[in-house]
């Protein structure tokens, strides 16, 4: 059985920092590009970033770049996304998922990942 288990969510003030963690199990984490999506409150699902089985391409929007920091630990079958200088837009429901490396693979859409965790709450108060 797949499970990804995010943790690490939370209340923070603006300006604050808090790390995220995805322990991923079921998988053999070194077939898959690992991607964090987030949503707001009446908002559809985006991404944030991903990164590659190996950890050498990681990918962030512009909107996170320079203060969001995605990384990844195979051997401990988990990701992990580093959110500093924290703003009140980055409230939002946020998910890890796992989308197996193939030659069709689209790690910008979402509708293509493989697996998802729960989500973990982020509330960043002004």
């Known amino acids: 059985q797949v499970q990804l288990v995010e943790s690490g969510g939370g209340l923070v003030q603006a300006g604050g920092s808090l790390r995220l963690s995805c322990v991923v199990s079921?998988?053999?984490?070194?077939?898959?590009?690992m991607g964090w999506f987030r949503q707001a409150l009446g908002k559809e699902r985006e991404l944030i970033g991903f990164?590659?089985?190996?950890?050498?391409?990681?990918t962030y929007v512009d909107s996170v770049k320079g203060r969001f920091t995605i990384s990844r630990d195979n051997a401990q079958n988990s990701a992990h996304l580093q959110m500093n200088n924290l703003k009140p837009e980055d409230t939002a429901e946020y998910y890890c998922?796992?989308?197996?490396?193939?030659?069709?693979?689209?790690?910008?859409?979402?509708?293509?990942?493989?697996?998802w965790g729960q989500g973990t709450q982020v509330t960043v108060s002004s």
């Open positions: 998922a796992a989308q197996r490396e193939t030659y069709y693979s689209d790690y910008t859409s979402r509708s293509r990942y493989d697996w």
């Open positions: 079921g998988l053999v984490l070194n077939d898959y590009t």
């Open positions: 990164i590659n089985w190996s950890g050498e391409r990681i």
